[in-house]
């Protein structure tokens, strides 16, 4: 096992004097380009599908272009045949050996609504009035409170016939922004740096095929949130639970002589069970859980019943006695109905909790104060790429603001200064892992 260590505080001081006013030149440079990438990437169709083998043509499109733009930075990169994006960059540190940071954003965009021919309107200098879309919609303070910190500053919507899909070309943004600043400043000190940039995030399978020996660092953090210092740093773990009931075919009528066997009730009995009204999503907020039978599905034929229930927590304890429950109810139903029942967990998504090092929000924090944000750590009631990475793979990341706004909607909106303080943010965590040392195995 690695132990990290800090450097001694008068090198750090000095080291960090030196690259903190770098550093801020360097933003403002890059600044201008940020915007113009954005505006280019949303209007390539990279919609996910939730019914494809794997990705969809447009996916494919996204991600060609973004390598053969990183790619021409003369960075080490790898375009795998599942179409990630992996960029491996080496210390340039002479006098330790860093952790290795990593950073991962997704190219796709979400199937909930459509997401092709994207007709991005760029808002400056915006004057705190409704934005009216296309489709009637209307973006304003009521609907949105956090665009009264807008005013006077630069925003982007789509016309209102889309969404916008700035979940996660902003983060994409940011990622392909910092690393054409670390390719044309090489003298800059960093640690080993691994950028992923991943497709299918929207249908849940951005993990599915992750290579480890491209991206598995120290501390890894997801550049897909919202606002201006938001961090998640837990969020719900996911597990598909999928109860199947196998009945006997045969005439109704004649059951007791020719064992005939419904699949339909044991089924209805196990939701009523497992999942009182007390447990459902409507009722949950905050930390708790919740257990939903999401939808139901029978196959004549074979008289099968089956439910698909989505169970959520953030808790392992919690999650655990729900899917007791499950089980217990399927081998007494299964028992007293005379059907086999089966029971089948799949997991999709883990809080990112158990499984980040402690010093992974500090580094976070100073990097952020450093581009004059404020954190603003919370727990998300739903999935992120590190939480499926974390799933998958078993070690964890925060997600960090983007400046996406209203994510899977016509109202979705982008706040150009939250993307660049992002982008700073970025390029600030660069600096405080490189300036921490591995010693020891």
Request: hydrophobic share 40%.
């Amino acid at each position: 096992m690695r132990k990290l260590l800090a450097l001694p505080l008068a090198l750090v001081l000095l080291f960090g004097a030196g690259i903190a006013s770098a550093k801020g030149n360097l933003a403002d440079k890059y600044r201008a380009d940020m915007l113009p990438r954005f505006i280019k990437y949303v209007q390539i169709d990279s919609m996910s599908d939730v019914n494809a083998e794997w990705m969809t043509p447009g996916q494919e499109k996204m991600a060609q272009a973004l390598y053969e733009e990183i790619k021409a930075f003369g960075l080490p990169t790898y375009f795998s045949e599942d179409k990630y994006i992996y960029v491996n960059i080496p210390s340039n540190l002479s006098n330790r050996q860093a952790p290795v940071l990593g950073i991962s954003a997704h190219y796709d965009t979400t199937p909930d609504i459509i997401g092709v021919n994207v007709k991005p309107q760029v808002i400056k200098n915006y004057d705190g009035k409704p934005i009216v879309l296309k489709n009637g919609q209307v973006i304003d303070f009521e609907s949105d409170p956090y665009l009264r910190n807008m005013i006077g500053k630069t925003i982007v919507t789509s016309d209102g016939t889309t969404n916008l899909g700035a979940d996660d070309k902003a983060g994409v943004t940011i990622l392909v922004t910092l690393l054409q600043t670390l390719a044309e400043n090489p003298k800059l000190p960093h640690g080993p740096i691994q950028v992923v940039i991943t497709p299918n995030e929207d249908v849940g399978r951005s993990a599915e095929r992750l290579e480890l020996q491209y991206y598995h660092p120290d501390y890894a953090y997801d550049f897909d949130g919202g606002v201006n210092g938001e961090v998640v740093i837990g969020n719900f773990s996911a597990d598909r639970v999928v109860v199947t009931a196998q009945g006997i075919n045969g005439h109704q009528s004649f059951a007791a002589e020719n064992g005939y066997r419904n699949s339909a009730k044991p089924i209805a009995d196990l939701i009523a069970a497992a999942a009182p009204s007390q447990n459902l999503p409507n009722n949950s907020s905050g930390e708790e859980g919740y257990l939903e039978p999401h939808h139901i599905e029978y196959n004549a034929t074979d008289n099968i019943h089956m439910v698909d229930f989505r169970l959520r927590y953030f808790d392992q304890k919690e999650g655990q006695n729900y899917l007791n429950r499950i089980q217990r109810a399927a081998d007494s139903l299964a028992q007293a109905l005379d059907v086999a029942i089966n029971v089948e967990v799949t997991k999709q998504y883990e809080n990112v909790e158990y499984g980040v090092k402690p010093e992974a929000f500090s580094l976070l924090s100073a990097a952020m104060k450093d581009a004059g944000v404020t954190p603003q750590p919370k727990k998300e009631r739903a999935g992120t790429t590190s939480a499926m990475i974390m799933a998958k793979h078993g070690f964890g990341g925060y997600t960090v603001f983007t400046g996406q706004n209203n994510p899977h909607a016509f109202t979705e909106w982008l706040s150009e200064e939250d993307m660049f303080k992002a982008y700073k943010v970025a390029l600030n965590l660069v600096n405080q892992v490189a300036q921490m040392n591995v010693s020891g195995k």
